[in-house]
């Protein structure tokens, strides 16, 4: 497997603008930008908490336009951690060798993330019931 650090952690949020303000005015965590995520319904802002060369960051996560899956996590289980993401090399490689060990995604193929990347979720069911999310660089990384 070609993990190579862990990138985020997604903390769902009703309302971004707030939650960013919280996160720079209360405590002091510099904004690295927002981006609207259309293939997931959503819009984020990142917060680097780490190494600049292995950054790992929070991400809040927002529904775009109330819809998409943050939508209906929000509604079942309120804000909160939304899920842990893991950088990987070679994302399709291990998507293959994950299938063949039995894990389920929620989606049959990758789709784009943010900062250009391109991701995939694992199924709660079959990790313990973390949302995990794998993520290959992206252009803008």
Do not use: K, Q
Not at 34 to 58: G, L, M, Q, Y
Not at 118 to 135: D, K, M, N, Q
Request: charged share 25%.
């Amino acid at each position: 497997m070609t993990l190579r650090w862990l990138d985020h952690i997604a903390i769902a949020v009703p309302d971004l603008p707030e939650a960013v303000r919280r996160f720079v005015e209360d405590f002091g965590l510099p904004c690295a930008g927002e981006e609207d995520v259309p293939s997931a319904a959503t819009r984020t802002a990142f917060f680097p908490v780490s190494d600049p060369d292995h950054p790992t960051r929070i991400e809040l996560v927002s529904p775009l336009d109330g819809e998409g899956p943050v939508a209906r996590s929000l509604e079942r289980r309120g804000p909160g951690l939304h899920h842990l993401c893991f950088r990987t090399e070679d994302l399709l490689a291990d998507i293959e060798r994950l299938r063949a060990r039995g894990y389920a995604f929620t989606t049959n193929a990758p789709t784009p993330g943010a900062h250009g990347s391109t991701v995939i979720f694992l199924h709660p069911r079959c990790t313990g019931g973390v949302l995990i999310e794998l993520s290959e660089a992206g252009t803008h990384d």
